[in-house]
């Protein structure tokens, strides 16, 4: 089983409206809830696709309950710390005339210690049967640990496999406990590499060098249009999968996310699961809820994914 944990979890409302104004009552044309928080995000692709998932982090409140529902529908376990607060809401406004997007985000979690040692508690336990755990996002405001460096250390510690989906602060103490995978943008890259990551060939060498630092593999998305693979021996340019219309983007990235955790739980060459997550991508770049997709999707672009050897 893949297990997900969530820190700071969330779910995702989006917005479609006809042309965004301020200090007017705008009327919706279309409007669906999505998931949110990367690692969640993961298990929700993964239910779809039928791939066994536990989700387990922090949530409070009724958007808790509205989150975990979520997440049965589509299959996923469940096994919650509830804390103080609220799990958020994000709120996506598509203006479908300028082709513009926005997130209104809330940070609403109130973690105190003893949730933490809860944490901990179940998921020492849920490791017993993980096949690959995924994990990353923010951290609530106020949980003052990186919680990300213990989730991956004590994974790492049982040979499990980690595929890690963080920024900012949290990510470079993260990578000292050698999670397997981390999948940067280019500027979560460039704060890494403490330089701008500008070409492919920046992007190479930046995580050419965490790969011989920290033995972890990075997969960095470049943009609209491209992600590269650094592998232990192989690398590959990987141009996104052509769809008839860009929906929304809210998501994508974790539809990659997913395909790696894929392929770390299977043991499968992370081709696999690249192939996969590529896939994933690009089917929820074609429907309006956050990291959503469906199965029919993703089987159709999977044959179409090119993975270009690099170097």
Known sequence: MILTVTP?????????????????????SQNV????GKPADASWVLGELGISTKAMGFSAGITAKKMEELLHLKGVKTDFVQVEGETRVDVHIIDEQNHGQSTLVVDTLLVKPAHIQELFKKYEAALDKASAVITGGSLPRSLEKNILVDLVRMARERDIPVALDTSGKYLLPALEAHP????????????????????????????????????TEVIVT?????????????????????????VSTAGAGDGIL???????????????????????AGAIIMTLGTADCHKADVEKLLPTIQLIPYK
């Open 8 to 28: 700071n979890t969330a779910i995702d409302w989006t917005i479609l409206v006809q042309h965004f104004v301020w200090n007017e009552t705008l009327r919706a």
């Open 33 to 36: 809830w999505g998931m949110g």
């Open 180 to 215: 397997n995978v981390i999948k940067p943008n280019r500027m979560e890259l460039s704060t890494i590499a403490g330089k701008p990551v500008i070409t492919v060939e920046d992007a190479y060498h930046a995580a050419h060098n965490i790969l011989t630092k920290y033995g």
């Open 222 to 246: 470049l943009g609209a249009a491209d992600a590269l693979a650094v592998l232990k021996d192989r690398s590959y340019l990987i141009p996104m999968p052509k769809v008839d219309k860009v």
């Open 258 to 280: 997913a395909g790696i955790g894929y392929a770390l739980a299977q043991r499968k060459p992370m081709e696999e699961g690249l192939k996969l997550g590529f896939a994933a």
